[in-house]
Nanobody, 122 residues
Framework: EAQFVESGGGLVQAGDSLRLSCVASGFTFGDYGIAWFRQAPGKQRELVSYINNKDGETHYADFVKGRFTISSDNAKDTVYLQMNNLKPEDTALYSC???????????????WGPGTQVTVSS
């Protein structure tokens, strides 16, 4: 059973940076993609970024391009999300999950960790 432990969130000011970590277990880390999603109060969960651990391919939502960087340490079964120039609209609960990434799409399994809260004040 896939499990995730997210950490690194906090309360910061606009323009600050945070680095989130997602430690995964219960599956062969290098065979899958890992994604970060976020959910703000009253809004749907949305994809932020993902990395395909098979080949290192990365993807970013338009609203974080140029500000966030995703990376993976296969030896530690950990994915990181470096978030720079944070904005108040980045405030959300950030969670990671596992899925299958192909050349045409990515499919995410409905398995989530507890998440880590990011709050950005203006």
């Amino acid at each position: 059973e896939a499990q995730f432990v997210e950490s690194g969130g906090g309360l910061v000011q606009a323009g600050d940076s945070l680095r989130l970590s997602c430690v995964a277990s219960g599956f062969t880390f290098g065979d899958y993609g890992i994604a970060w999603f976020r959910q703000a109060p009253g809004k749907q969960r949305e994809l932020v970024s993902y990395i395909n651990n098979k080949d290192g391919e990365t993807h970013y939502a338009d609203f974080v391009k140029g500000r966030f960087t995703i990376s993976s340490d296969n030896a530690k079964d950990t994915v990181y999300l470096q978030m720079n120039n944070l904005k108040p609209e980045d405030t959300a609960l950030y969670s990671c999950t596992v899925g299958v990434v192909t050349s045409v799409d990515a499919t995410w399994f409905d398995t989530w960790g507890p998440g880590t809260q990011v709050t950005v004040s203006s």
